[in-house]
């Protein structure tokens, strides 16, 4: 009798207001970890959006067409609801220094406690570790050029970085303090 076994599937929770190549890399190395990875993108009550989450979701799935195993859906609520209702076994993090460490271990505790669901941790690339949704959020709210971020997210974000570069929704956009 062959055996049988629960597929592993993790959920990758973020706002991801923008995707950046960070993010991507964590994607990278989790599709070899989990047999599915869903890149959950939810929103956050405490800050201001650049990207509605249909925006977000349209890029994030445009990036994710080239890596199996991978695929994105919107939640609404607690993080454990979501990965409850998906069936998936572990929530993947990426660390990118202490600071992330110490906020993240708070998180993960709190997932287990609250909805009885596990974290997995994966150091994002050296390269990565000093970029944030929140620094490209601040650089564009402070008008710099939007090609400047090219080494800092794919081309896709580029593109719609500067279309709302060019908005009037980009005027109203405040800079709130990194956090992500």
């Not at 990875?37 to 989450?53: C, D, R, S, W, Y």
């Amino acid at each position: 009798m062959p055996f049988s076994r629960t597929p592993r599937i993790a959920v990758f929770p973020g706002q991801f207001d923008p995707i950046t190549y960070g993010h991507l890399d964590v994607i990278r190395r989790g599709v070899t970890l989990f047999d599915e990875l869903i890149v959950a993108v939810g929103q956050n009550p405490e800050k201001q959006e650049m990207f509605t989450i249909e925006e977000r979701l349209a890029m994030i799935s445009e990036l994710l067409a080239d890596i199996p195993g991978a695929r994105a859906a919107r939640y609404d609520g607690l993080t454990v609801d979501f990965v409850q209702s998906v069936r998936a076994n572990v929530i993947l993090r990426g660390i990118r220094d202490a600071s992330d460490l110490r906020y993240e271990f708070q998180l993960a505790l709190a997932n287990r406690a609250v909805g009885g669901v596990e974290t997995v941790f994966v150091m994002t690339g050296e390269q990565h570790a000093m970029t944030s949704s929140s620094l490209i959020r601040q650089v564009v709210a402070l008008g710099a050029g939007v090609d400047k971020l090219v080494p800092l997210v794919p081309p896709n974000v580029v593109a719609m970085l500067k279309r709302i570069h060019l908005s009037p929704r980009h005027r109203r956009l405040t800079i709130d303090t990194p956090s992500e």
